[in-house]
């Protein structure tokens, strides 16, 4: 039997999530509920069905996992908790100083309707966060260091888009390339936020908005801009789309450590990912934890969950024997 997946939203992540379901055999794409008129929305799947959002209740017992493909910043805060009394839900949340409290909000409706959500779900947080994890079990004497881009954040770029004035962005992260090589080659340096990376915004304004005070509003945002050096340009619609079409992404996780009774011998943990597709990828997680969601909650476990809290099996369609004789 198929574990039957709905999608709320049908953005950029959304498409990517109807590509993963795809390519997952046992997956299966019942609906897509959107904010739009159901009928303007166009999908790839024959077999599922576009509805306006209000209807999302009505389907509680025909969708296994809902996955959740709103934006950070006003989106899923609402979201995962509101849905998660209804199903099984799986986002990707990325404001990072944030998640304890969307993690408690989401623990709180999920364990009362006895469903899981597992939330901060994609590359970073995400594959990066497991990484991280595991390199500090294994190096416990050592220092942790990411570096995100050049990249397109979808988050922060959402975030541009939302301010008032603005009718379309992006942004893209940009490692300070003398910091990486610097921890690369073990010199161990302190390095603050500001110098790890810059921020570059693309934005293109509503005609007759503040350009000062949108660029000051970006600058200043908490959580997104405030604490790095960012680079606002104002440009025109038709130069966004001929230059900025694309939503590559990446990064490095890298952790040095020492090891031996008088810390003789030195090591490098580095994870990297080069991404032609942000949202296509993100998207690609996302699927494997929605699989997780339902193995979890057919065992009967519920609440919030991280990835840290999902075993590795959960994610592969594989049982357990192909796991140990293929990838073991």
């Not at 959002?53 to 805060?77: F, N, Q, R, Y």
């Not at 990484?131 to 959402?158: C, E, P």
């Not at 694309?246 to 450590?257: D, L």
């Amino acid at each position: 039997m198929s574990i039957r997946i709905g999608i709320l939203g049908y953005g950029n992540l959304g498409r990517g999530v109807e590509c993963a379901v795809k390519h997952n055999p046992d997956l299966e794409l019942v609906a897509v509920f959107t904010r739009r008129d159901p009928a303007s929305v166009k999908i790839l799947t024959d077999t599922a069905k576009v509805y306006h959002v209000d209807e999302a209740e009505k389907m509680k017992d025909k969708i296994d996992v809902l996955i959740l493909c709103g934006g950070s910043a006003t989106d899923l805060p609402v979201q995962t908790p509101k849905y998660a009394q209804w199903f099984n839900v799986v986002d990707s949340f990325d404001t990072h100083a944030r998640i304890p409290e969307h993690f408690a909000n989401v623990d709180k409706a999920a364990s009362e309707s006895n469903h899981v959500g597992i939330i901060s779900v994609g590359w970073d947080p995400g594959m990066f966060s497991l990484n991280r994890m595991y390199a500090n079990a294994i190096l416990t004497n050592g220092k942790d260091y990411t570096f995100w881009g050049k990249g397109v954040s979808q988050g922060h770029s959402d975030a541009i888009r939302r301010i008032d004035g603005v009718k379309d962005g992006k942004q893209y992260t940009i490692p300070v390339e003398a910091a990486l090589e610097a921890v690369r080659s073990g010199q161990n340096p302190e390095l603050t936020t500001r110098q790890k990376h810059i921020r570059e915004c693309f934005v293109v304004a509503e005609e007759g908005a503040d350009l000062a005070r949108i660029e000051q509003e970006i600058k200043t945002m908490p959580n997104y801009f405030d604490e790095y050096d960012t680079t606002v340009h104002f440009i025109s619609e038709e130069e966004l789309k001929r230059d900025h079409s694309g939503i590559p992404h990446g990064g490095f996780v890298i952790r040095t450590g020492k090891t031996g009774w008088n810390d003789e011998n030195s090591h490098v943990i580095e994870y990297s990912l080069k991404l032609d597709s942000n949202p296509e990828f993100t998207s690609s997680v996302i699927a494997a934890y929605a699989r997780a969601a339902y193995r979890m909650n057919q065992e009967g476990q519920k609440g919030c969950k991280t990835v840290f809290d999902v075993a590795p099996a959960y994610l592969s369609a594989l049982d357990g024997a192909e796991l140990r004789k293929h990838l073991l």
